[in-house]
Nanobody, 124 residues
């Protein structure tokens, strides 16, 4: 089981940018599809973005395309979420997640390793 530690959250104003990082240890990072999810107060956790093992394929939720970019550095065992043009509705706890992927499955389902989450608050 891999361990995931997120960082980079904080309080920003609408229109600002943040970059979240997720450091992964305890497994072969390049064998894991990775994703970012978020949970706003009173709402269910939802997928934000996902990336395959090599970084060549990405998924984005309908609410974030063009504003958020997921990337990974397999040499550093780290996955990133660059968030631009942040909106108050992006306020949530953001979670990094991973799943072992023997093929090219990276879609945001069946992720089984999770970080503790990092708070992102966007003020208007």
């Amino acid at each position: 089981q891999v361990q995931l530690v997120e960082s980079g959250g904080g309080l920003v104003q609408a229109g600002d940018s943040l970059r979240l990082s997720c450091a992964v240890s305890g497994g072969t990072f390049s064998s894991y599809a990775m994703g970012w999810f978020r949970q706003a107060p009173g709402k269910e956790r939802e997928p934000v973005a996902a990336i395959n093992r090599s970084g060549g394929s990405r998924y984005y939720a309908d609410s974030v395309p063009g504003r958020f970019t997921i990337s990974r550095d397999n040499a550093k065992n780290t996955v990133y979420l660059q968030m631009n043009s942040l909106k108050p509705e992006d306020t949530a706890v953001y979670y990094c997640a991973g799943k072992y992927s023997s093929g090219n499955d990276y879609y945001p389902r069946s992720y089984d390793s999770w970080g503790q989450g990092t708070q992102v608050t966007v003020s208007s």
